[in-house]
């Protein structure tokens, strides 16, 4: 037998067992999920982040034949969930949908219980929406934002801004309006995004800088009404609503982002398939549907990808913290 024919016979052996150990590979990574998958969301039902959970749950579910269980875990700006989920067994089957909030949040808290870069793994980013100034009508008559403005700046403190809570997105952003309009409105936490917007159609508080995800719905009922989108562009949401940049206010630009992480030490093979089926939850024409009404894109980001956009996040919210001296309350 010649040298050649050797390697011939060398090569497809190594091919076929090769193909062979792809296959079980291919075989056990298939196999996730076996059992319901726990996703912590780190909110109360109603706000922005259960917006887009449950309706990606149910195509997770419809998708895999496995239940995805949303359990809401609401308190401390978003960070007593995250810290539970930092500390859930890394088996597979506990995920963590959190949001813009927990990039703010290792600026604004000084103990946490958790380190988002070092406990929890970054999988996929799922939804990134403007944020909206929203008014109760009955306690802001104020025709559009100009006439808003104005209101503000002539009644300093007077008006109130709920928030899902110190350190979130909704408290920044209404920081950094203050800052950049020069105005003082008073700030009033809650425990999450839906607590806060019951209280903003109830009449028990004035505005919101919302996420357009838990609004959406809200101000098609006529529940709220909807002032300015955040950024330099409409939404196609609200397309009769005008941008920051129209108002003049070209750098009032914030975005409420939601995306999923893994406990620390997640095999990487759950890691794999769990972007792979939520990705695919995410794509499916029931979820693009409810993506739209929300004003929301899924930029289809994950893995190292995301773990960078979640660095980059931190930092810049570290620097409007400072600046704007936004302290707990």
Known sequence: MDHQSLNRRDILRAAVAGAALYSTAGHTQST??????????????????????????????????????????????????????????????????????????????????????????????????????????????????????????????????????????????????????NTFITHIPYRGAGPALNDLIAGQVDVMFDGLGSSAGHIKGGRIKPLMVSGKQRSAALPDVPCAAEMGLPDYNVTTWYGVWAPKGTPAEAQARAIEEIRKAVSTDEAKAVWASQGAEFANVSGPQFDAFVKGEIQKWAQVVKASGAKLE
């Not at 999920?33 to 309706?55: H, L, Q, S, Y």
């Not at 506990?94 to 949001?99: D, E, K």
């Not at 808003?148 to 300093?156: E, H, M, R, T």
């Open 32 to 181: 996730w999920p076996t059992k319901p998958v726990t996703m912590i969301v780190p909110f109360p039902a109603g706000g922005g982040t259960d917006a887009f959970a449950r309706p990606m749950g149910a195509q997770f579910t419809r998708l895999t034949g496995k239940s995805l269980v949303i359990d809401n875990r609401g308190g401390a700006g978003g960070t007593l969930g995250a810290g539970i989920a930092a500390k859930a067994t890394p088996d597979g089957y506990t995920l963590f949908m959190g949001a813009v909030h927990h990039t703010i949040a290792p600026s604004m808290y000084p103990k946490l219980d958790y380190n988002l870069e070092t406990d929890l793994v970054p999988l996929i980013l799922v939804a990134s929406v403007p944020q909206v100034v929203v008014v109760n009508p009955k306690r802001v008559t104020a025709a559009n934002f100009k006439e808003f403005l104005a209101q503000v700046k002539a009644n300093p403190g007077k008006l109130n801004y709920a928030s899902a809570g110190s350190g979130t997105s909704h408290h920044l952003a209404g920081e950094l309006f203050k800052q950049q309009t």
